[in-house]
């Protein structure tokens, strides 16, 4: 299923998360500092929702307070909230 997210209080404009019974199979996220977007999109496929938001939750980006990683984990709890996974 496709989901789509647009972060809060980041660089990044959107992320595309492509999910399958609970996995992460695939993240495009528009806009940010490339080398670090790529690289945790790269990261994140393949792993489970719950171990992704334990993982990036609460990860700040200088005085922002979040960071793309984080918004990443509120994408997620979003939409195992949505969906009710």
Request: net charge positive.
């Amino acid at each position: 299923m496709k989901y789509i997210y647009t972060p809060q209080g980041v660089c990044s404009m959107q992320m595309i998360f492509e999910i399958d019974n609970g996995i992460v199979k695939d993240l495009q996220i528009i806009g940010g500092c490339p080398g670090n977007t790529v690289g945790v999109s790269t990261l994140v496929k393949g792993k489970n929702i719950d171990e992704i938001i334990q993982m990036l939750k609460g990860i700040p980006c200088g005085s922002k307070g979040t960071s793309c990683p984080d918004q990443i984990a509120k994408a997620l709890q979003e939409y195992k909230e949505k969906y009710k996974i």
